[in-house]
């Protein structure tokens, strides 16, 4: 029987992702940008967001930089959960109007904050009643992030839908890449072994 290189390298991969699945905290990191807003805008602001994520703790802290902006800063939030990883427009999952305390008025800073991932206020009301409850909206938002369903975005008084955002995907641990690059060694391993 003539083994295929390919009928091991998915469930090699399989493997690797599930173990980054069940890996707490999951962080989660992107770069924000008007070319990245839907429909895209010419702002010249840019900046950096971490999202991490403990699901078993309900700890959450959300940290982002940004500068250049063409107008004061109206809000920020998570975005969650588009159609597709990586495109289009969602709701409003985390806090409204804005996070607490996030800088608001003006064009460039920084913001870190720690939220309760189990309590109501961490939410938009409206995200909890789509999810079902509280509990369910703390689980959907986990799910968006690791699905690459989910964005952070930073309103402003010219661009109201949005100025800068990026959407948010996770940084692979270093043993999930341990894993998969042993996985695929095996792989090849074997495939040379087989043509011998």
């Keep these: 029987m003539k083994l295929r290189i390919h009928t091991l390298v998915a469930p090699v991969a399989a493997l690797a992702l599930a173990g980054a699945a069940h890996a707490l905290p999951v962080t989660l990191t992107t770069t924000l940008s008007g070319a990245a807003e839907s429909p895209p805008n010419a702002s010249p602001g840019t900046g950096t967001g971490t999202v991490t ?14 500068s250049g902006l063409l ?36 064009t460039s800073g920084t913001f870190t904050q720690t939220f309760d991932s189990s309590l109501a206020s961490t939410y938009n009301p409206a995200f909890v009643t789509l999810a079902g409850s509280v509990s369910a909206a703390e689980s959907m938002l986990f ?43 095996l792989v090849a391993a074997m495939a040379r072994r087989r043509r011998r």
């Design 53 to 66: 994520f403990d699901i078993a703790t309900h700890v959450l802290t959300v940290s982002e930089t940004f």
């Design 143 to 185: 799910s968006g992030l690791a699905a690459g369903d989910a964005y952070l975005n930073i309103h402003t008084s010219q661009f109201p839908t949005g100025e800068i955002r990026g959407f948010l995907a996770p940084i692979p641990e270093p043993e999930t890449s341990a894993l998969m690059l042993a996985g695929l060694g």
């Design 71 to 106: 107008a004061g800063t109206t809000a920020s939030h998570i975005h969650c959960c588009t159609a597709l990883p990586g495109s289009g427009n969602a709701g409003v999952a985390t806090q409204v109007p804005t996070f607490s305390l996030f800088p608001l008025g003006v």
